[in-house]
Every structure is written in structure tokens, then in C-alpha cells.
């Protein structure tokens, strides 16, 4: 299958500081990539889908200030998580989208696991 | 507004049983079906899609879907200890966009 990495996957930071998470699909070429977040016992909720050389689209209640997202290749998509506070700490899974195989599934990365003090 | 359920669980079943995962979904234009696994503290990882009415084998898995009951399933034969983890039911409606169901925890028992 598919495989996307993920960067870093783990990061501990200090409340105000901003962190990028980097997401890459390695060995296809990703139109759509999508940012998901899941908090612990919690399910997967999704918080933007990115596209290549546009603009992301986010979901309802998500900051599009505060989570910047570039998708500014193929295979890179970029989450930065801006002026972080304790209640953005959180598991921060990527995913991409390989349209080669005319199928709709998701490939998701490892994760990061934020934590913000 | 699109969903996708299913029972939280945790399904508790010996080795060796048949694992039994069900999840229905409300939008009848769904297109495409997808069954993931996520162990604790790790991202997803897909193990079965589906498209078309009927079942399809993978090895131990098989998925069935029934477009008609908006229904899905996971059968999971000979369970092992190692299938423990949440399963997460994810539907495409059209879009590239994935709706998520919130897992069904299985725990195998030695």
C-alpha cells in the first residue's frame, strides 16, 4: 500500500509557541491530503482537507488562523499549529488520497502526538 | 448532515471466534466503504474497502456491504489476541472526503 510519513511524531512545547508538523506521501503523488485530530478515547475528527496549490477547506469550528495548512507540492502538506495552548494537545494524524488506483481510500501516516505545557 | 455509527463496544470474543463488526450509515448515495484498525496510540491503518453489494474475502476478513439497509459489516474469522484494537468503519459520499464512524473496540481473549 501506500505510505505517508509523518514529522515529527512527538513534540512537546511551551504555551505560545507555534509548531509545524510535516506530512509527506512517499512513493505517490498526493492531489489531497487531510488533517485529522483525535483527542485521547475519542474518534478521528477531521480538520481540513488540503489541496495542492489551493487553498484548504476546513470544517466547521475548526480556526483557520490558528492551524495554518500548505500543500505546496504533491507530496507535501504542511500543519502548523500557531501560538499553541495545553488545549490544542493532541494526536494529529495526516492522511493522502492516491489517485493512481481510481479508488477513494485514505492512507494515513503514523501521527503526531503534540503535547503543550 | 452525513453519519456513519456504529456500537462502541468493546466486542469481547475468545480466540479462535468469529469477530462480528457492524455499521450503518444514513446517506443513501454512498459510494465506497472502507474498514480501518487503530491500535492504541497509532493512526489507522486500512485493511478492507468494499463497492459493491456482497461480500469480499481478504484472508481472514470479510467485508459485506447491503446498499438496500445502508449496512456494512466486518467479519473477522479465527481471532487472534492481536486483533485486539478499534475498528473504525469510514464512508465516501461522493467527494474525496471520508465520514468516520467512532470504532468499535474488539478485545480477542486468549
Known amino acids: 500500500g501506500a505510505v505517508v510519513s509523518q514529522h515529527p511524531s512527538r513534540v512537546i512545547c511551551k504555551s505560545g509557541t507555534s509548531v509545524k508538523i510535516e506530512c509527506r506521501s512517499l512513493?505517490?503523488?498526493?492531489?489531497?491530503m487531510f488533517w485529522y485530530r483525535q483527542f485521547p478515547k475519542k474518534s478521528l475528527m477531521l480538520m481540513a482537507t488540503s489541496n495542492e496549490g489551493s487553498k484548504a477547506t476546513y470544517e466547521q469550528g475548526v480556526e483557520k488562523d490558528k492551524f495554518l495548512i500548505n500543500h505546496a507540492s504533491l507530496t507535501l502538506s504542511t500543519l502548523t499549529v500557531t501560538s499553541a495552548h495545553p488545549e490544542d494537545s493532541s494526536f494529529y494524524i495526516c492522511?493522502?488520497?492516491?489517485?493512481?488506483?481510481?479508488?477513494?481510500?485514505?492512507?494515513f501516516g503514523p501521527g503526531t502526538r503534540l503535547t503543550v505545557l | 448532515q452525513k453519519e456513519v455509527e456504529q456500537n462502541s463496544g468493546p466486542l469481547s470474543v475468545p480466540e479462535g471466534a468469529i469477530a462480528s463488526l457492524n455499521c450503518t450509515y444514513s446517506d443513501r448515495g454512498s459510494q465506497s466503504f472502507f474498514w480501518y484498525r487503530q491500535y492504541s496510540g497509532k493512526s489507522p491503518e486500512l485493511i478492507m474497502f468494499i463497492y459493491s453489494n456482497g461480500d469480499k474475502e481478504d484472508g481472514r476478513f470479510t467485508a459485506q456491504l447491503n446498499k438496500a439497509s445502508q449496512y456494512v459489516s466486518l467479519l473477522i474469522r479465527d481471532s487472534q489476541p492481536s486483533d485486539s484494537a478499534t475498528y473504525l468503519c469510514?464512508?465516501?459520499?461522493?467527494?474525496?472526503?471520508?465520514?468516520f464512524g467512532k470504532g468499535t473496540m474488539l478485545l480477542v481473549s486468549p
Open positions: 469510514a464512508v465516501n459520499s461522493g467527494y474525496s472526503t471520508l465520514t
Open positions: 492522511s493522502a488520497r492516491d489517485p493512481s488506483g481510481g479508488r477513494d481510500e485514505q492512507f
Open positions: 512513493d505517490f503523488q498526493a492531489t489531497t
